[in-house]
């Protein structure tokens, strides 16, 4: 099993230590989608699931889900977090293993879930609904020193529910002159390009594993697409993810680096608990 570049003490150690300023912010890919965002001191983390629990649901099923890489930290060391999301109800992004722990070890965190799955949210935590707060395309949250626009995702469809709200959500993180675009779990829809675009986003946060019917599991962007869409939109820089976790969906990063090298996207890819800073935009520019 593959071991995280900075693991449990290291990891917190990096994350208490990194730079800190007001023009800079830092990110470190805690696998799958999972990220954890550190501006002026305030903490987000966007997908995280930082538990075994599906391998232990599948264990003895047709379709094991194996983890690849180990955990690069557990949720309740994380004592520190304003803010967590969930761009879709899948147990790899919305996880009650993770979640549940950093509930009690964070009081006062603000829960960001798709308006339409608030109610099976609340079910899946044994919680009252009004707990979290509710995104949909077009919204803007200011949410824990940072603002949340929800962004439609297509996973993989544009689903929504009988009021036409999202199931599935990306989200372009605003702080302070900085915007990530993390796009959750999605494929290519028609018009997305033209949605994101005007929003300038300095960070582009796409899945890469790619859409296999049979893998019996919802697709995603692969990587010639990630690093296209990255272009497309004008992100500054492009960081893949959604690999590298479960053994039956996953991919080489190969074809997205062969991509933006191709068509001369700025790209970074990490290792699992790696960080990565903004101020290397300036290294760029």
């Known amino acids: ?8 003490d290291a990891f917190l150690a990096d994350v208490k230590d990194a730079p800190a300023d007001r023009r800079h912010f830092n990110l470190w890919w805690l696998g799958q989608s999972g990220f954890l965002i550190q501006s002026q001191k305030r903490h987000a983390l966007i997908d995280p699931y930082l538990s075994d629990s599906l391998t ?10 194996v ?9 309740g060391r994380l004592d520190f977090i304003d803010v967590a999301t969930s761009s879709h109800n899948h147990t790899d992004h919305f996880d009650p293993d993770t979640l549940n722990p950093l509930r009690a070890k964070n009081p006062r965190l603000q829960i960001i879930v798709p308006e339409a799955n608030r109610a099976v949210s609340a079910e899946r935590l044994g919680v009252d609904p009004d707990i979290f707060i509710g995104l949909d395309s077009r919204h803007t949250k200011p949410v824990g020193g940072f603002r949340f626009l929800g962004v439609p995702a297509a996973h993989n469809d544009l689903a929504t529910n009988e009021c036409d709200e999202n199931l599935y959500l990306g989200s372009i993180i605003e702080m302070g002159m900085h915007r990530i675009y993390h796009a959750g779990d999605t494929l290519l829809w028609d018009g997305m390009v033209d949605y994101v ?4 986003v300095d960070v582009a946060i796409f899945p890469i594993n790619g859409n296999q019917p ?3 599991v919802a697709g995603n962007l692969n990587g010639k697409e990630a690093a296209q869409l990255a272009k497309d939109i ?3 820089i492009v960081i893949p993810c959604h690999y590298d976790m479960f053994e039956f969906n996953t991919v080489e990063p190969d074809e997205f680096i062969a991509a933006c ?3 001369d996207q700025p790209f970074k890819v990490l290792q699992n608990g790696e960080r990565w800073s903004s101020s290397e935009l300036e290294r760029q520019d």
């Open 67 to 75: 983890r690849m890489t180990e955990r690069v930290v557990a949720p």
């Open 261 to 263: 090298e191709e068509i």
């Open 234 to 236: 004008g992100a500054k």
């Open 56 to 65: 232990k649901k599948y264990e003895k099923t047709d379709k094991p889900h």
């Open 197 to 200: 675009r005007p929003f300038n």
């Open 214 to 216: 049979e893998r019996r």
């Open 1 to 8: 099993m593959k071991k995280p570049v900075l693991q449990n």
